[in-house]
């Protein structure tokens, strides 16, 4: 089992930065892929971002590509999310997830049912 909280969401104009945190609790987070996901308003669940277990590789969607960075830190359960440029329409709340199955491809990693566990998420608000 594994428990994941996220942290660093807030209320920011457009054009500034936030750095989202998810730590995770429980046994063997580095055999883990991990995922960033965000929900609007009356919007499905969209795939942000993912990084492999290693942190070898990184997945972006095409409209945060060049403005957010995903990394992690096996040694302190950490995964983060560097967001750069921000705008109006990243509004949304964000969600921090891992999955257990190993993906080799960008599809996979960007498929909401390929994650077992899911943080609680962190309010992101851009104004313009």
């Known amino acids: 089992q594994v428990q994941l909280v996220e942290s660093g969401g807030g209320l920011v104009q457009a054009g500034g930065s936030l750095r989202l945190s998810c730590v995770a609790s429980g046994r063997s987070f580095s055999s883990y892929a991990m995922g960033w996901f965000r929900q609007a308003p009356g919007k499905e669940r969209e795939f942000v971002a993912a990084?492999?277990?290693?942190?070898?590789?990184?997945y972006y969607e095409d409209s945060v590509k060049g403005r957010f960075t995903i990394s992690r830190d096996n040694a302190k359960n950490m995964v983060y999310l560097e967001m750069n440029s921000l705008k109006p329409e990243d509004t949304a709340v964000y969600y921090c997830?891992?999955?257990?199955?190993?993906?080799?491809?960008?599809?996979?990693?960007?498929?909401?049912?390929?994650?077992?566990?899911w943080g609680q998420g962190t309010q992101v608000t851009i104004s313009s």
């Open positions: 997830a891992a999955a257990i199955r190993r993906c080799y491809s960008a599809t996979c990693y960007a498929n909401v049912d390929n994650y077992d566990y």
């Open positions: 990084i492999t277990w290693s942190g070898g590789n990184t």
